[in-house]
């Protein structure tokens, strides 16, 4: 079992940045791929990044590519999501989770709100 709690959310202006943590307890969190996800208001969540347990690998949606950077430190069992350029369309709660680089993320966090004005 892993518990996964976001912070660092919270109400940037366009053009800002934030830089979102995720601390996990329980089982080591570099036993697993970590994700980041986000769900706006009416619509579904979708996903925004994933790195691999070791840091050799990461993926982004299109949508965030060039502006998001993924990373963890397996040390302190904990995830990041540096968001630069921040638009009013990243307006989201955002998630992150633990699984398998194949996808399947099987613990998840509560969740962040990041809001970004024009």
Aim: proline letters at 2%; hydrophobic letters at 35%; glycine letters at 12%.
């Amino acid at each position: 079992q892993v518990q996964l709690v976001e912070s660092g959310g919270g109400l940037v202006q366009a053009g800002g940045s934030l830089r979102l943590s995720c601390a996990a307890s329980g089982r080591t969190v570099s036993s697993y791929a970590m994700g980041w996800f986000r769900q706006a208001p009416g619509k579904e969540r979708e996903f925004v990044a994933r790195i691999s347990r070791s840091a050799s690998m990461t993926e982004y949606a299109d949508s965030v590519q060039g502006r998001f950077t993924i990373s963890r430190n397996n040390a302190k069992n904990t995830a990041y999501l540096q968001m630069n350029s921040l638009k009013p369309e990243d307006t989201a709660v955002y998630y992150c989770a633990a699984g398998s680089w194949a996808g399947m993320f099987a613990y998840w966090g509560q969740g962040t709100q990041v809001t970004v004005s024009s």
